[in-house]
């Protein structure tokens, strides 16, 4: 059972075009993260919601766009694409009171603007 | 930037050998993190260390925290072909109420059969 599911897998559009990624997770925690590996595998993070509340905006073009409907579900939308949106989008999430524990990661999807 | 650094970049070592990994940070942390990403996936948690730890095992695993430094170490004991993948620490930092985790580049292992 996949604890953090995102879909799709695989995005190949061209640029300008507006495309969206799900992520839902299934394991009850209260935060969820949207993550950005370039090509160079840095790991840049994006936004960070807390039920439902917006956390975390770094400095992100206002073209990207999330959307938490609920604490389970974080959705990302970014419109009119350019070339460099092209990378990988994860997106996490983790029980902020569960001090313990790190960041349950999905698989990811691989972004392509051509 | 809060981010982290990984060093080495790469290594590569043959299996049955031990693998060491540092890390370095910038801000004062609440706990830092060790991640591993195999080729084409999601990164996945291999353990957590607290700020006011200085040293932590879990089975193969080794992690060391040096507060004073600002640094980390990962030591992999036994390495095994499987073990060939990206490793990143995971600094985490409070802001303004949250937690914000800051990822470093990773270092990339390669363990020969």
């Known amino acids: 059972d996949t604890a953090v599911s995102q879909t799709p897998k695989y995005l190949v559009t061209q640029m300008g075009n507006d495309k969206s990624i799900k992520c839902e997770q299934n394991?009850?925690?209260?935060?969820m993260y949207w993550y950005k590996q370039d090509s160079k595998k840095f790991l840049k993070i994006m936004f960070s919601?807390?039920?439902?509340?917006?956390?975390i905006n770094e400095t992100v073009p206002n073209r990207f766009s999330p959307k938490s409907p609920d604490k389970a579900h974080l959705n990302l939308h970014i419109n009119s694409l350019e070339l460099g949106d092209s990378a990988v989008y994860f997106c996490?999430?983790?029980?902020?009171?569960?001090?313990?524990?790190?960041?349950?990661f999905g698989s990811g999807t691989r972004l392509t603007v051509v | 930037s809060q981010q982290g650094e990984e060093d080495p970049q790469a290594l590569s070592i043959q299996e049955g050998e031990n693998a060491t990994m540092n890390c370095s940070y910038k801000?004062?942390?609440?706990?830092l993190q060790w991640y591993r990403q195999n080729s084409g996936r999601g990164l996945v948690h291999l353990i957590l260390?607290?700020?006011?730890?200085r040293e932590k095992h879990s089975g193969r695993l080794r992690v060391t925290l040096d507060t004073s430094k600002k640094s980390s170490s990962l030591l992999i004991t036994a390495s095994r072909a499987a073990d060939t993948a990206s490793y990143f620490c995971?600094?985490?930092?409070?802001?303004?109420?949250?937690?914000?985790?800051?990822f470093g580049r990773g270092t990339s292992l390669i363990v020969h059969p």
């Open positions: 996490a999430s983790r029980d902020s009171q569960g001090l313990g524990y790190g960041y349950t």
């Open positions: 394991l009850g925690h209260d935060t």
């Open positions: 919601y807390n039920n439902k509340e917006l956390i």
């Open positions: 801000t004062s942390i609440n706990n």
């Open positions: 260390i607290r700020s006011n730890e």
């Open positions: 995971a600094s985490s930092w409070a802001s303004g109420g949250s937690y914000i985790p800051t």
